[in-house]
């Protein structure tokens, strides 16, 4: 098992990683957000990435998802971790909560969704009922148990566009859905993790109510302070993962129908 962590919004490096390396590597797809940067946290080895650039400049519609995943797994990465900053829509999903969701909807458009857009590539359709890998989901609760931080269990991301914050109307239609948080880097990262059978779950935290679910308009001082609090606890989940069981190590997440899982 060779873990990714990729880091979002108020993650842009993790300071207990003792690094012993840095590329950034071209994939067929260019080259990704940041520099992969590669060195062992809490005695694991482990693949990081910044998703949004160093420096985050980098918004939501403008990441490359694919060459990020490509370089992964070029890297050999085999599970990741996709760390997010999300709105919260539900009454349980309250600003500062951590939360692991078991369940997305995708709102994003124009965005390169896929590895296989036909030609050399070929036409294949993988399963994506169930979009993050139960194994290191389970993995990421263990974690949090062990750091002694409570992770809400479960939930569904809805992922819109950005870089925008939504309307009020968007997110009655949202909840109307069935979504419980919103974030704009849920998706496509989480398909072309699942073409490219890398394992994949998401560490969401929530740094604020979502549009028209507390008074007044969203305060970025409050998502920045909420961000600062909740990536501490991340943080703490992370040097966590030295708990995680064996078992994960031998999931792999997802299988194409066309028995071909990779780009």
Not at 1 to 28: C, H, K, N, Q, Y
Not at 77 to 103: C, F, K, R
Not at 128 to 133: G, K, M, R, V
Request: hydrophobic share 40%; with cysteine; proline share 5%.
């Amino acid at each position: 098992m060779r873990l990714a962590v990729i880091g979002g919004s108020g993650l842009g490096r993790l300071e207990a990683l003792d690094i012993t390396g840095r590329f950034r590597p071209e994939t067929p797809y260019g080259k990704p957000s940041a520099p992969l940067v590669v060195g062992r946290l809490a005695g694991r080895e482990l693949v990081f990435l910044a998703r949004h650039g160093e420096g985050h400049t980098l918004p939501p519609h403008r990441i490359n998802y694919r060459a990020n995943i490509a370089a992964l797994r070029q890297a050999g990465v085999s599970h990741v971790i996709a760390v997010a900053a999300v709105g919260g829509i539900t009454p349980a999903m309250a600003p500062g909560t951590l939360v692991v969701p078991d369940q997305l909807i995708d709102y994003t458009y124009g965005r390169e969704h896929t590895f296989f857009e036909g030609g050399e590539s070929g036409v294949t359709h993988v399963d994506f009922t169930y979009p993050y890998s139960e194994d290191l989901r389970r993995c990421l609760l263990t974690a949090g148990a062990a750091a002694g931080v409570d992770i809400v269990e479960g939930g569904c991301y809805g992922c819109t566009q950005g870089p925008r914050l939504e309307t009020a109307a968007e997110i009655a239609r949202m909840e109307r859905d069935g979504c419980d948080l919103v974030g704009m880097t849920g998706m496509p990262e989480a398909a072309l993790a699942r073409e490219a059978g890398l394992a994949y779950a998401c560490l969401a935290v929530v740094v604020n109510w979502a549009a028209g679910k507390a008074e007044g308009i969203v305060s970025m001082a409050e998502i920045e302070a909420n961000l600062a609090r909740g990536m501490a606890k991340v943080k703490r989940v992370l040097l966590g993962l030295g708990s995680i069981s064996a078992n994960a190590a031998t999931s792999r997440s997802g299988s194409s129908l066309s028995g071909e899982s990779s780009p």
